[in-house]
């Protein structure tokens, strides 16, 4: 056994590696081509972020008072478009023309996390409750059941238009690798760069 020689060959090896990566990853020249280039690259990375953040909140429900929901029918239309992305979060109270996220009425709906996001058309006082009478905006007719504040899960605060199928394609395996597995390579590997180009420019100076 020759400990040694193979301690340098290993060197010469990570040496030979490192500089041929520092060869074909040498900073380009700054002309308005890669300016024009470099903000579009940064522009994307910032959007699968975002779509990558929103995926995470929207699978893990985090944090806890804020949700986001995908709108699958078109009963809230023209106001929320079916397919986009709400953000919903509890208020201390409700008012006419609010639109909320609730859960169905569970003697009605088998799905126990079948949520309805509506506006409220009414409130009334019912055996000394308040409750709410919600209709979607395309929908001819109030709903058939009435809320109760206990249902309510919070006011919508922002909507998204069409996310909601950004978001669905990020959660199948070959969405969440082209939307946030590339995404978090190309960060990684531009940190990298960074690093190696400061390191080269202080021997250079």
């Known amino acids: 056994m020759k400990p040694k020689e193979d301690i340098k060959i290993n060197n010469e090896s990570a040496q030979k590696v490192l500089t041929l990566f520092r060869k074909f990853s040498k900073k ?23 779509v990558a953040v929103l995926t995470m909140m929207s699978a893990l429900q985090v944090p806890k ?10 009963s809230m239309e023209p106001t929320i478009k079916a397919k986009s992305l709400i953000a919903v979060s509890p208020s201390k109270t409700y008012q006419e023309k609010d639109i909320i996220s609730f859960k169905a009425d569970l003697t009605q709906s088998k799905n126990k996390e079948f949520i309805i996001t509506h506006r409220i058309n009414e409130i009334k006082e019912e055996d000394g409750q308040t409750v709410f009478v919600t209709k979607g905006d395309a929908n001819n007719t109030p709903d058939f059941n009435l809320v109760h504040k206990s249902q309510i899960i919070g ?3 922002f909507i998204l ?12 395996p070959i969405g969440f690798f082209i939307m946030i597995v590339i995404p978090a390579s190309l960060i990684i590997s531009s940190e990298i760069l960074g690093f190696i180009y400061k390191k080269d420019a202080k021997k250079t100076d």
């Open 155 to 157: 006011e919508v605060r």
């Open 161 to 172: 238009p069409f996310f909601g199928y950004i978001i669905g394609f990020a959660k199948t």
């Open 28 to 50: 380009p020249k700054s002309t308005p081509f890669n300016k024009v280039f470099n903000v579009i690259y940064e522009i994307l990375v910032a959007f699968l972020m975002l």
């Open 65 to 74: 008072n804020f949700r986001i929901f995908v709108i699958e029918s078109g």
